[in-house]
């Protein structure tokens, strides 16, 4: 492909990975570390020792949670934590404009309980469920792809699941979200996770409900210490 020296980075641990990886001359190799693989199925539990292997032999090593790091300082010295972040710019412009709603809410009563992003197994559904049905006046509104079976929700008039919508779309949802939430499971998985909708609902200005994820019991820490 006529270029040399490249810098490599690989987010994928994978065994074809690494021998791509070692028949390529480069000047350095980057490993951006974003999932805990080792417990997030049971086939990608299968790239574990390639996974270590490649922390091993990384140049620099970017995470993006403390657990995540926790558990790659024990194959590397080089590793950073590099949270995902937001384009404040983009949002603040929605926030400040009298855009109308989106025409998928303007039928929709108020107020909305807002969720963004992938509709996937580690949502816990009987937690929202509850919450619908405690507060049927509420609107629960579910905003990205379903990624595993909804029907525990999708059976209560309450609650919306509008699909995946593009991403210059997405802040004007939040905009009319009367309050977000962070609704995961606390797993081995989730442990590992730092949602980035956290950053995406606070740059709209929004209140966030979230289960206790060791990621926003983190934020949370680090505002009590700021004042």
């Known amino acids: 492909m006529h270029f040399s020296n490249p810098i490599i980075w690989v987010f994928l641990p994978t065994p074809l990975g690494l021998d791509i990886i070692n028949n390529i001359n480069s000047r350095l190799v980057i490993y951006y570390c974003i999932d805990n693989f080792r417990v997030s199925s049971k086939s990608a539990k299968k790239i574990k020792n390639s996974e270590i292997r490649l922390l091993k032999n990384s140049d620099l090593v970017f995470v993006t949670s403390r657990e995540l790091y926790d558990y790659c300082c024990q194959y590397s010295s080089r590793v950073h934590i590099f949270p995902f972040a937001v384009n404040i710019g983009r949002f603040e412009k929605i926030r400040a404009s009298k855009i109308p709603a989106p025409e998928e809410l303007r039928d929709i009563r108020r107020p909305i309980i807002g969720y963004i992003g992938g509709v996937h197994k580690w949502i816990d559904f009987g937690l929202v469920a509850e919450a619908a049905k405690a507060y049927p006046e509420y609107a629960f509104v579910f905003v990205g792809p379903l990624q595993t079976d909804v029907s525990a929700l999708s059976c209560l008039p309450n609650v919306y699941f ?55 019991a983190s934020f949370n820490n680090q505002i009590i210490m700021l004042y």
């Not at 991403?167 to 009367?178: C, E, G, L, T, Y």
């Not at 909708?197 to 606070?202: D, P, R």
Request: charged share 15%; hydrophobic share 35%.
């Open 162 to 216: 509008l699909g995946q919508k593009a991403h210059d779309a997405i802040p004007n949802f939040i905009k009319n979200f009367s309050v977000c939430i962070i609704p995961y499971q606390v797993t081995d998985y989730t442990n590992n996770v730092y949602p980035t909708k956290l950053n995406e609902y606070l740059a709209m200005g929004k209140p966030v409900v979230s289960t206790n994820l060791p990621e926003i």
